[in-house]
């Protein structure tokens, strides 16, 4: 049987995710070796392009303006900033950049047109540039790819079961609409979810079964660990154990054996030792530099030493080939 399979059964995600322990982390360190190279890992840099007071109550979230947390909300971030912050992104060695903004979906307006150029801007540094911005349409997902779009992120989150218990907002199936827009606009597909949500083992198989029975799997699938944000209303949740971390990375390596695989969120919390097994298990790429959205995340130069001490070496930029064109773009809106 194929390795790349979109036929997988809820059962069989079961079977994997459950299996003894080691014997999981030997198979999905074997399929990691299979298709990735191993000794690499992708280190890509966040920016909140606009921060906060988002209408969506994702009860994770420290940016819905219904919860009160620390997070201060701010306008969308100007072309010249957003260029600036990639550039020193960039200078400290990050090869993807994702910009984040807290909307519950893209509005045809002056904004939109600013992140267009801002996509336009950032692929014309060479780096693959990816944005999170909420639901789209088709047409809104055409433009974003015309501008230069490289991947667009969309989580599911956890399982359709238990979707409804953590956002009310929206539905499961919006999320499906808007990975199916994206696909189709021909962007790279980035999608994965939380765990610490106070979600079942089957909860989690479920997500992991809907990410790799999607017609094509996702190019890349984040893995965050919940970080628990005073004020909302999951800031009491347990804390995530490794065992369950890895667990999850494995099970996404062995059934989505080419998608980069992304230890996310939860970082700040796990020792060096606990990354390596999540690096043994799949993972292979991080997100860099102070902040994650608005959460704090680890010194680079902590990971720095990481990285040497496990002879990792970071991923070049469009290893899979495809450079999209670059624009003369970068000084027009300085
Ligand atoms: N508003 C857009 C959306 O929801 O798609 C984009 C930004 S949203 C902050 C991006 C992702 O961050 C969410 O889908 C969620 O998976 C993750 N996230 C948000 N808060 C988190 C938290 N406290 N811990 C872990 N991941 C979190
Ligand atoms: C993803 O799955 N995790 C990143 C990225 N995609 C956008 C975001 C994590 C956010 C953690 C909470 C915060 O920093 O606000
Ligand atoms: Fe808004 Fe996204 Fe946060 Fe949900 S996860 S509250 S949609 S910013």
Not at 307 to 314: R, V, W, Y
Request: hydrophobic residues 35%; proline residues 3%; charged residues 25%.
């Amino acid at each position: 049987m194929s390795d790349i399979r979109n036929n997988w059964t809820k059962e069989e995600v079961a079977s994997v995710y459950h299996a003894n322990f080691l014997d999981l982390v030997f198979r999905a360190a074997e399929m990691h070796r299979k298709y990735q190279d191993a000794s690499e890992v992708q280190v890509c840099q966040l920016l909140s392009i606009k921060t906060g007071g988002c209408p969506e109550d994702c009860s994770y979230c420290p940016q819905a303006a219904r919860y009160h947390t620390d997070v201060e909300a701010q306008k969308l971030m100007s072309y010249g900033d957003v260029m600036r912050n990639a550039m020193s992104a960039q200078e400290q060695g990050a090869t993807r950049f994702c910009m984040g903004a807290a909307w519950r979906e893209v509005r045809d307006n002056s904004h939109f047109d600013r992140v267009l150029d801002m996509v336009k801007g950032v692929n014309s540094l060479g780096m693959e540039v990816c944005c999170t911005l909420g639901m789209l349409s088709d047409e809104q997902a055409e433009k974003l790819k015309e501008a230069g779009l490289y991947a667009y992120n969309h989580n599911i989150d956890t399982s359709e079961e238990y979707y409804e218990e953590i956002i009310s907002t929206r539905k499961f199936d919006d999320r499906l609409e808007t990975l199916g827009n994206v696909r189709q606009a021909g962007i790279r597909v980035c999608s994965g979810g939380i765990i610490g949500l106070g979600e079942t083992d089957e909860d989690r198989v479920g997500m992991i079964h809907t990410l790799s029975t999607l017609p094509e799997h996702p190019e890349s699938v984040p893995v965050n660990a919940l970080v628990r944000v005073e004020g909302t209303p999951l800031e009491n949740q347990e804390r995530v154990p490794i065992w369950d971390m890895v667990r999850m990375i494995a099970t996404v390596r062995i059934t989505m054996p080419k998608a980069m695989v992304r230890l996310s969120a939860g970082r700040t919390e796990m020792s060096e030792v606990e990354q390596a097994l999540c690096f043994l298990a799949g993972a292979n790429s991080i997100f860099a530099g102070e902040k994650l959205l608005t959460t704090p995340n680890p010194e680079r130069n902590a990971d720095k030493a990481l990285f040497e001490l496990l002879g990792l070496n970071q991923r070049a930029a469009f290893k899979e080939g495809d450079q999209p064109k670059i624009h003369a773009f970068v000084n027009e809106k300085g």
